[in-house]
C-alpha cells in the first residue's frame, strides 16, 4: 500500500501564507490522483477544502487553493486567519485504495 | 440538504462483531459511490473501504488492515450503508464516518475492549 506523507506541523503569522503539501511514496502525484483536503477542528469531523486537486466547495474560504507543485498535491493558505488553526489532511486515490496522509498540524501565531 | 448518520457504534469484546448503518438523504443515493473512514483516538484519518453504485457494478475495496474481516454494503430501497465488522481487534476502535462526495456523517464511536 502507498505511503503518503505530509509536513507533520507548520506555523503561519496570521494574515501570512503557508503551503502544505501532500507526496506519494509511488512517485510525483498527479491529477489522477484525484487529490482532496480536508480541515479537521478538534471535536469535530472532518470537513472537505479542495477536491480533485483545485476544485474548490461552496463553503471553501477564498483564501485556500489547491494545486500541484514539485511531484507533489499543494494547499496554499494566503492571509491566514486565527479560525484556520486546525489539522489538514489530504487523501490520494489509487487504482483499488485510497490512502489519507498523516495530517498537518497547522498553528496561526 | 445533504445529510449522512452513522448509527450502531458501542462496546464490543476482541473477536467480536458489529454492523454499522449510515443513512442518507438530501442526494440520489442509488448513485452515489460511498466509502468508510476511521478515526482512532488522537490519531489521523484512515480510509477503510468504497463500494461503488450498483449501476458501476457495486464492487468493494478495502484497505488492507480489514481485508477479509469487514465487509460493506448497501440497500439502495432504504438509503443506506452498511459496514459490517468482524473479528475485531483493539486497534480497530475508532470513530466510523460515512462519506459520499463533499459530505461527511458525524461518525460513530466503536470501541473494541474486553
Known amino acids: 500500500q502507498a505511503v503518503v506523507t505530509q509536513e507533520p506541523s507548520l506555523t503561519v503569522s496570521p494574515r501570512g501564507t503557508i503551503t502544505l503539501t501532500c507526496g506519494s511514496s509511488t512517485g510525483a502525484v498527479t491529477s489522477g490522483h484525484y487529490p482532496y483536503w480536508f480541515q479537521q477542528k478538534p471535536g469535530q469531523a472532518p470537513r472537505t477544502l479542495i477536491y480533485h486537486t483545485s476544485n474548490k466547495h461552496s463553503w471553501t474560504p477564498a483564501r485556500f487553493s489547491g494545486s500541484l507543485l514539485g511531484g507533489k498535491a499543494a494547499l496554499t493558505l494566503s492571509g491566514a486567519q486565527p479560525e484556520d488553526e486546525a489539522e489538514y489532511y489530504c487523501?490520494?486515490?489509487?487504482?483499488?485504495?485510497?490512502?489519507f496522509g498523516g495530517g498537518t498540524k497547522l498553528t496561526v501565531l | 440538504e445533504v445529510q449522512l448518520v452513522e448509527s450502531g457504534g458501542g462496546l464490543v469484546k476482541p473477536g467480536g462483531s458489529l454492523r454499522l448503518s449510515c443513512a442518507a438523504s438530501g442526494f440520489t443515493f442509488s448513485n452515489a459511490w460511498m466509502n468508510w473512514v476511521r478515526q482512532a483516538p488522537g490519531k489521523g484519518l484512515e480510509w477503510v473501504g468504497r463500494?461503488?453504485?450498483?449501476?458501476?457494478?457495486?464492487?468493494?475495496d478495502y484497505a488492507a488492515p480489514v481485508k477479509g474481516r469487514f465487509t460493506i454494503s448497501r440497500d439502495d430501497s432504504k438509503n443506506t450503508l452498511y459496514l459490517q465488522m468482524n473479528s475485531l481487534k483493539t486497534e480497530d476502535t475508532a470513530v466510523y464516518y460515512c462519506?459520499?462526495?463533499?459530505?461527511w456523517g458525524q461518525g460513530t464511536l466503536v470501541t473494541v475492549s474486553s
Open positions: 463500494i461503488k453504485s450498483k449501476a458501476d457494478g457495486e464492487t468493494t
Open positions: 462519506i459520499t462526495g463533499p459530505t
Open positions: 487523501l490520494l486515490t489509487y487504482s483499488d485504495s485510497r490512502v
